[in-house]
């Protein structure tokens, strides 16, 4: 089976400063990687996704983006971040057509 | 895009009770799959349920593909039951997953 690894867990960030945001996987290859956004309260919203190294697609024009450097490694990031950047950032991965989602990390954004 | 909506948005039931949540999508898909989240906001796998019927002790789910949608049913509800309960859907062709807005539940002891 497969473990979806995500750090940090929570973190605090000032308006401005930069972000990255790490998943790693488990127990499985050239996997689809997925980054979501849950607003608190909220449903989950897609921002990226992506289906080999350095193949990435973006769901929804923001200032973050995502990079997929290495096959089971997924990177999300912001050169400023924005009060609206807060939420809950969740990291999916998809096996035999189902997806499986890693513990989360819960960003604040002052 | 395809809509999924979710209902009801809340429900509250005391233990021992029975329920059924409902999904409805707007358009044909392959892929359909229940999620609870937890309190602690894990997203927990339920069903991979694209068509027909499943069970998985006290919770079921039925997809009816051809009408659009998909029903979970929880029975004897128990307070860990607790939480939010999320379908998602995927189109034939990509690998994009809508998510619907969710079920809020919490049973009280």
């Known amino acids: 089976s497969q473990t979806i690894h995500q750090w940090p867990a929570t973190l605090v960030q000032p308006v401005g400063s930069p972000l990255s945001l790490e998943c790693t996987v488990e127990g499985t290859s050239n996997p689809n990687l997925y980054w979501y956004r849950q607003a608190a309260g909220r449903g989950l919203q897609l921002l990226f996704y992506s289906v080999g190294i350095g193949q990435i697609s973006s769901e929804v024009p923001q200032n973050l983006s995502a990079s997929r450097p290495q096959d089971r490694q997924f990177i999300l990031s912001s050169k400023k971040l924005l009060l609206s950047d807060s939420g809950f950032y969740l990291c999916a991965t998809e096996w035999y057509n189902e997806q499986f989602f890693g513990p989360g990390t819960r960003l604040t954004v002052l | 895009g395809i809509q999924v909506e979710q209902s009801p948005p809340d429900l509250i039931l005391q233990e021992g009770a029975n329920s059924t949540l409902r999904c409805n999508f707007s358009?044909?898909?392959?892929?359909l799959q229940w999620f609870h989240q937890n309190p602690w906001g894990q997203l927990i796998n339920l069903f991979y349920?694209?068509?027909g019927t499943k069970q998985n002790g006290r919770l079921s789910a039925t997809t009816v593909a051809t009408e659009r949608y998909s029903l979970l049913y929880i029975s004897s509800s128990q307070t860990t039951d607790s939480g939010v309960y999320f379908c998602?859907?995927?189109?034939?062709?990509?690998?994009?997953?809508?998510f619907g807005t969710g079920t809020r539940l919490k049973v009280l002891a």
């Open positions: 349920i694209p068509s």
């Open positions: 998602a859907v995927r189109r034939s062709g990509t690998y994009k997953y809508i």
């Open positions: 358009d044909s898909v392959n892929n």
